[in-house]
């Protein structure tokens, strides 16, 4: 089984300002993937950046890169140049590649201020 | 291209009436799934389907809960009877498998929030 823990149940950051979600995991899987998803007040889940386990480098999708590091099992979100439209909840998931199931974290609730 | 599509998005019920939810995947997505999002258990996968067959069902709750996927492009999710602890927003997500180490990111749609009284 999957575990993920996100350690920062709620951040305030300032606007503009770089912010870094940390997530951690544990699983026995050889190969997995990991990603981050947002889901803003209105409720919907949006994907945001995906690392494979077996990516050398780390995943960067415009202001979103994902700081990975396997052998600490951590799959850290950095947000730069922050943005009033950041606020919202973050989750981290792993997938197992086998039967497809995504495991989520319980999620930071992040809090840009002007 | 259209994201995944539920209905309702909203659904008030009282408790003992049966509850339909519904999904319609992105067109060529051959994996669906269904969530369950709870302040209290966080999102939970309660069952998910490959090419219209049910993989694995080990998440759903009890047997008042069942899910069909009659065709590619269409998949219920039933409780019957519901009960007040099934208020919950429930997510249905689909992806593809293009193969190899290809990535399949499962794409969510935005939900339908219940409410049983």
């Known amino acids: 089984a999957q575990k993920i823990t996100q350690t920062q149940p709620g951040m305030f950051v300032q606007e503009k300002e770089a912010v870094t979600l940390d997530c951690t995991y544990d699983t026995s899987d050889q190969s997995y993937g990991l990603f981050w998803y947002k889901q803003p007040s209105s409720g919907e889940m949006i994907f945001l950046i995906y690392q494979g386990s077996y990516d050398e480098q780390n995943a960067t999708e415009g202001r979103y890169s994902l700081n990975f590091q396997k052998a600490r099992k951590s799959a850290n979100l950095v947000i730069s140049a922050s943005q009033l439209g950041d606020s919202a909840m973050y989750f981290c998931?792993?997938?197992?590649?086998?039967?497809?199931?995504?495991?989520f974290g319980t999620g930071t609730r992040l809090t840009i201020i002007p | 291209d259209a994201g995944v599509i539920q209905s309702p998005r909203h659904e008030v019920t009282e408790m003992g009436q049966e509850v339909t939810l519904r999904c319609k995947p992105i067109s060529g997505h051959n994996s669906l799934f269904w969530y369950r999002q709870t302040m209290m258990r966080g999102l939970e996968l309660l069952i998910y389907f490959n090419n219209n067959v049910p993989i694995d069902d080990s998440g759903m709750p009890e047997d008042r809960f069942s899910a069909k996927m009659p065709n590619a492009s269409f998949s219920t999710l039933k409780i019957q009877p519901s009960e007040p602890r099934d208020s919950a927003v429930y997510f249905c997500?689909?992806?593809?498998?293009?193969?190899?180490?290809?990535?399949?990111?499962?794409?969510f749609g935005p939900g339908t929030r219940l409410t049983v009284l």
């Open positions: 997500a689909s992806s593809s498998r293009p193969g190899g180490t290809s990535v399949n990111t499962q794409y």
């Open positions: 998931a792993t997938l197992n590649f086998g039967n497809e199931k995504l495991t």
